[in-house]
Every structure is written in structure tokens, then in C-alpha cells.
């Protein structure tokens, strides 16, 4: 191995260390931030009286509607085969690290066995990093994502939101940007239509809760995390090889 490719592993791992650590200061703000406002329940919802939102009201209770083929309350979109091993991938649209995984040949891999019928793919859209950044992008973003997923786009939605990420971390997604994202998704004619209604009208804002709800049930300390038959992998050694041997043994198991 050359110098300048241990160099480049070094760097790539401190960037996830680094993300890693912000992730887990934003999850403990995130805590402390819902212990501070248990007192202000009743004070909240008095001056939430008689107020008129524009989008949906997000509520993540189990009433609240989900995607088209999202049976369970809080479960993520899924492609793939039934039956088969499962991949679960816990990703957050703002999460530079995600987009970053996206363009590897890990993500293709899993991709592949998905669509081979090796396995089933269920991608969780977290939006815990809207609370460190001081935005709710992550959460229209997933959304949105939802609202692509009835229109027989999920995938192709998904991959657009992370194309178009900002290189400013923080900066966020427009209402614009998220529907114009459903146009390079290929939404098209009356399918586009209910889509830009359903982001409009935040449809899924109460999913998206659900989804980040699950975070902590199932153990997730940051993103991306990558999970074959409910055993996390480790990123800095994951490969096309390990995911796929990973599945292989799930499914002989």
C-alpha cells in the first residue's frame, strides 16, 4: 500500500469518527432539548389553538399515514424479495458521510442483491440531524421521499436528494428543490401532480417521525448504519465482499 492511500484511509476514517461524534452530540442535545420542554406541553398546546398550518401536522402517532407498501408504523421503504436476508440501511439526507456511501461499491453491492432477489433492502430515513443543524430538512426530505415512493419512485428519488446535496453542510432543501427532485426522479404527468401536492402538504411529515422514532429502539448511534439480518456492520471494513458474504451466511443460517 502506497503512502498516499494510507494517507486517504486515515483521512476518511477521522471524517467518520468526526461525523460519528457530532451525531452523537446532536442525539444527547436532542434528548436533553425534549426533557426542558415535558414542562411546556400545556403551554404549547394553548398557544397552538386556533393556529393554521400549511403542511401536514407530523404527527408521528401511529394513525399517522405512510407510503404505499409501509405496512408497519415506523418501518422504512423496501425493495427487494421477501423472505430473503435483510439489509437495513439508516441514513439521514443532510449526513455527508451517507452521500459519500452512496457512491460506493458497498451501496451497489446491496443494490445488486436487492435486485437479484438475493436479499431485501429497507433504507430508514432518519432526520436527527435536523435538530444539529437548526433546520428540518431532513425530515421534508424524507417527506418527500415518501410522497416519490407511492409514485413508484423511491429509489430514484432517493438518489436525487443525495446528488443534489449541499456542499455546505446545513444548508438544506427548498420545497422547490424537493420537487424538482421528483421531475430528475422521473415523475411525470398526473403521478406529478399528486406528488407536488403530497410535498406540499407534508403527507408524510408524521412518517418521518415514526421513522427517526425507531432510531433508538433499534440501537442506532449514527448514520450511515448498515445492518445484514440485524447485526450492524463495521464501515471502515465493509466492502462488495463483506456485504455480500454477509448475506450468503444470513441466508444459510
Not at 403551554?43 to 401511529?62: E, H, K, L, N, P
Not at 427517526?212 to 447485526?231: D, F, L, N, R, S
Amino acid at each position: 500500500m502506497s503512502t498516499r492511500n494510507a494517507d486517504r484511509r486515515a483521512t476518511a476514517r477521522d471524517k467518520l469518527a468526526a461525523e460519528r461524534a457530532r451525531q452523537a452530540a446532536a442525539q444527547q442535545r436532542q434528548r436533553r432539548l425534549l426533557l426542558v420542554a415535558i414542562p411546556l406541553v400545556v403551554v404549547v398546546i394553548a398557544v397552538a389553538v386556533g393556529i393554521v398550518a400549511t403542511r401536514g401536522s407530523g404527527s408521528s402517532s401511529a394513525s399517522a399515514p405512510r407510503p404505499t407498501g409501509v405496512a408497519a408504523v415506523g418501518a422504512g421503504f423496501t425493495t427487494g424479495t421477501a423472505g430473503k436476508p435483510v439489509i437495513d440501511l439508516w441514513e439521514d439526507f443532510q449526513c455527508p458521510i451517507c452521500k459519500q456511501f452512496e457512491g460506493s461499491d458497498s451501496a451497489k453491492a446491496m443494490r445488486q442483491l436487492a435486485a437479484d432477489g438475493k436479499a431485501q433492502l429497507v433504507i430508514h430515513p432518519l432526520s436527527f440531524l435536523d435538530d444539529n443543524l437548526g433546520n428540518d430538512s431532513s425530515k421534508r426530505a424524507a417527506a418527500a421521499f415518501g410522497c416519490a415512493i407511492d409514485a413508484g419512485k423511491g429509489l430514484e428519488y432517493h438518489d436525487a436528494v443525495y446528488a443534489h446535496q449541499p456542499e455546505k453542510e446545513g444548508a438544506g432543501y427548498t420545497d422547490a428543490q424537493l420537487l424538482s427532485f421528483g421531475t430528475e426522479a422521473g415523475i411525470t404527468g398526473p403521478a406529478y401532480d399528486t406528488f407536488q401536492q403530497c410535498v406540499k402538504a407534508g403527507t408524510y411529515d408524521g412518517w418521518a417521525g415514526q421513522v427517526q422514532h425507531t432510531m433508538e429502539q433499534h440501537g442506532i448511534t449514527g448514520t450511515p448504519t448498515i445492518q445484514v439480518a440485524g447485526k450492524s456492520q463495521d464501515l471502515q471494513t465493509l466492502s462488495a465482499d463483506s456485504i455480500t458474504r454477509a448475506v450468503t451466511a444470513a441466508a444459510g443460517s
